[in-house]
Each structure stands twice: as C-alpha cells, then as structure tokens.
C-alpha cells in the first residue's frame, strides 16, 4: 500500500454520517471525551457511540487514555472511563492529485527568503477583513469556516485547530505572523485577537472589545 | 530528564542604530519581551552582557551599535518554541523586517549544553559559524534539523 492508500483507508472510516459527527465533535472539544458525553451530543445510544469511537481509533483519527472522571482513587472507585481526543496526524486526499501543501512550502520559502514577512500580513489582515464583511456578524462560523474549531471560554473564543500546522512548524515567525494578521483582519472592530495559546492549537484567542 | 538544557543564539543587525526613532518600536519592547521570556515556563538563563572583551576580540561585529545579540538557555526546544511563537513575543517577531536588515546567513543557531552550564558570547557565536560553515548537526542546529539531546552519560565529556 502506498502513503495514498493509507490516507483512503483512514479517511475512509469517516464515510458513515454517524461516525463524522461522532469525530467532529471529539475534535472539537475543548478537553478529552468520553463515551456518554460523545452518545449525548451525537443524540445516539452509549453501546452505538461507543463502537463508532473505537472504529475511529483504529483507523488512527483519535487516541484514547483512560482516567477516573470523579477523581476518586482507590477501591470502590470504579473502572476509569475511557476517553477520546484528536490523534496528532494529518490525512489529505485529492482527486485528482493535488500538492497545494508543496506550493505553500515553497512559496514560503521564498517569501521568508525575500524578507516579505510585512506585505504577507498585510495581504492577510486584508483577506481576514473581506472575509470579515462578507460574514457579517458571526465570527464564530467565519473561524469554525477556516477550520479553526472554534470554541467559547468564558468571554473569549479559542481555537482548538491551527489550520496552518505543517507549515507553521516549518516557517513559525512568517506563518504565524501571518495567521495573527489574518485574523486581526477577521477579528474587525468587534473582537481583538492575541496571543494566548491553546495547548495543541492555535496560538490565537479572540475576545471582545468592550465598547461592543 | 536529561542533564543536558538547550542554549540558544540570534543575531540581527538593525537598520539604524539603537537610539534612533527608525528603531525606537523595537529597543522600547526589549525589557518587556526578556521579563515575558524570564516568567516562561521552561526559562532557565539568558546572558545580559554580551560584550565582554574576549568576544569583541574575536567577534568584532559585536561591538556595531546596529548588531544585536540574543541568547538564553531553556529546558527544552519545546519550551523555546512556546515563548518564540505562541506568545506576546510573536507580535514583536512577526515585525523582524520593519527593524532588522534580511540576514544572509543563519542568524538562529541551538546547542545543548550540560544543564548549569552559561554560554558566553564568543561561545554562542562559534555556534553560528559552526552552523554557517557545516550546516546543522548535533553541535548547532535550527527548529527545523533539530537533534536530540546527548547521553545523559556524556555529560561533562563536551561543552
């Protein structure tokens, strides 16, 4: 099998509708999930949920750890419960074949190369803010839209998914500048976008601005 | 654990000289990026006199009013990478080209040093060279080609 196959098999576990919202909603989630709590939001039975959850393991798109949810210790405290969250890897497919991720390495090269770190954040902030206009009001769908995996702590929203990551990890100051401008362009007069970063995602958080 | 931590080096060359309004955005920043790296986790050490005489000695750019020198020592790379780019300090990095000449060599290199050990600035430049002249390996390497730690046995064998 080649690196192709691997990705259709994996990816081929989310064909059944249940299943995908079964992984959306673990790899959404703030926190670990488990069993009752995915059943619950899905709108399925446990048993359901639960063999949905462990065919999702196996195909390798979440992992699994166990802990007491009452944390209670000792006897009497029953079996930990089995929990789920996002495994690390990245699976992408196109038909017909596609190196968008190839072009961006590439182009980032070049950009951090020729030192245009400024006019790349400008041209972000600027499509954050066509974006911005374009959604109207509802940043939240405009993130959940870029596949950030938007999520609301308190006042503030978070992003559970850094959309840029392979190319972040390999251009951190250009394509996190980047990304920091692009959605000071979302953010629009409404929200203010800083650094506040959450543990496997993006390093961005939105909150509020008062006067709004 | 390891007994070995990561030290780390950057240089950049500003586009004027430090008490110039061109780069007064930036030197107004200094104090309060280094107190922001010293409360991070992981934080262990950074050097604050980076002009000693034996280092302007072999390192004559060091005494350029436009030359910048940064180096610190961390528990990690991941702790590192945190305060580098997923904190208030990646507002100021994301400005690099607004105050800093494009560098035409590797101007980031890490080393692990035995846990305790302080580089000096000749020592941490001789990074640089190093990863100028042979490309990264286990003696200076970049985020990208990291290495791994020595041998905890190794330790006190090399600095």
Redesign the interface.
């Known amino acids: 099998m080649t690196a192709e196959d691997d990705s259709y098999a994996v990816l081929g576990a989310l064909g059944d509708p249940v299943r995908r919202r079964l992984y959306r909603h673990v790899a959404g989630a703030p926190e670990e999930v488990g069993r009752d709590a995915a059943a619950e939001a899905v709108g399925i039975s446990r048993s359901l949920a639960a063999f949905h959850l462990d065919k999702l393991v196996e195909a390798g798109l979440l992992t699994v750890s166990y802990r007491r949810l009452s944390g209670r210790t000792g006897p009497g405290a029953g079996r930990p419960a089995k929990l789920y969250r996002r495994a690390e890897g990245e699976f992408a497919v196109s038909v017909p074949p596609r190196s968008y991720d190839a072009a961006g390495r590439l182009l980032a090269e070049t950009v951090e190369r020729?030192?245009?770190?400024?006019e790349l954040?400008a041209a972000a902030k600027a499509a954050g803010a066509a974006e911005a206009d374009a959604a109207g009001a509802d940043l939240e769908e405009a993130l959940r839209a870029r596949g950030y995996a938007p999520f609301r702590d308190g006042e503030v929203l978070r992003l559970r998914n850094c959309p840029f990551h392979a190319l972040?990890e390999?251009f951190?100051?250009l394509v996190?500048?980047m990304n920091?401008?692009l959605l000071d362009g979302l953010a629009g007069e409404e929200w203010s976008a800083?650094?506040a970063?959450c543990p496997g995602g993006c390093?961005v958080a939105l909150s509020k601005n008062k006067n709004h | 654990m390891t007994g070995y931590q990561l030290a780390q080096i950057n240089i950049g060359r500003l586009l004027a000289p430090r008490h110039s309004p061109l780069v007064a955005d930036f030197v107004d920043q200094l104090d309060e990026m280094n107190a922001l790296a010293e409360r991070s986790p992981g934080f262990v050490w950074r050097l604050v006199d980076d002009a000693e005489p034996a280092a302007v000695a072999a390192h004559p750019e060091l005494a350029d009013e436009k030359f910048q020198l940064n180096c610190s020592v961390w528990e990690s790379v991941e702790a590192l990478?945190?305060y580098?780019?997923?904190?208030?300090h990646?507002?100021v990095?994301?400005?690099?080209?607004?105050w800093f000449e494009?560098p035409d060599g590797p101007h980031q290199a890490l080393w692990w040093v035995p846990a305790g050990h302080r580089p000096t600035a000749a020592e941490a430049m001789g990074r640089i060279a190093r990863l100028r002249d042979h490309g990264p390996g286990p003696d200076a390497f970049t985020?990208?080609d990291r290495h791994p730690a020595p041998e905890a046995r190794a330790a006190g064998v090399r600095v």
């Open positions: 020729a030192g245009l770190d400024l954040q972040a390999a951190p100051g996190c500048g920091l401008a800083r650094m970063a390093c | 990478w945190e580098a780019f997923r904190s208030d990646l507002r990095l994301s400005r690099r080209r607004e494009r985020f990208r």
